[in-house]
Nanobody, 115 residues
Framework: QVQLVESGGGVVRPGGSLELSCAASGINFRVYDIGWYRQAPGKQRELVVMITAAGRRNYGDSVQGRFTISRDNAKFTVTLQMNDLKPDDTAVYFC?????????WGQGTQVTVSS
């Protein structure tokens, strides 16, 4: 059974930092592209950042320079370090694992940036 479990969400003040983790099981992790997506209330889900199986990173414009993604193929985990958080970063963050034709989602973790 495939599982993607996100952790690390919470409430933080503007300018603060959080680190999200995605732990995968049930897949051949190293061949999957892993992405973080987010969805704010009333908005469509959007790509935050993706790291490919080869290690290439693709950041969304709104997080470039503030967020950093990394993966540990030995531990089947992906980490998203989020710095200089802004209220607009408030959303549910979802982990996604994709290797055509397979596409899996985690349940999401809430990130709230508020003073």
């Amino acid at each position: 059974q495939v599982q993607l479990v996100e952790s690390g969400g919470g409430v933080v003040r503007p300018g603060g930092s959080l680190e999200l983790s995605c732990a995968a099981s049930g897949i051949n992790f190293r061949v999957y592209d892993i992405g973080w997506y987010r969805q704010a209330p009333g908005k469509q889900r959007e790509l935050v950042v993706m790291i490919t199986a080869a290690g290439r990173r693709n950041y969304g414009d709104s997080v470039q320079g503030r967020f950093t993604i990394s993966r540990d193929n030995a531990k089947f985990t992906v980490t998203l370090q989020m710095n200089d958080l802004k209220p607009d970063d408030t959303a549910v963050y979802f982990c996604n694992a994709r290797w055509a034709p397979f596409n899996y989602w985690g349940q999401g973790t809430q990130v709230t940036v508020s003073s």
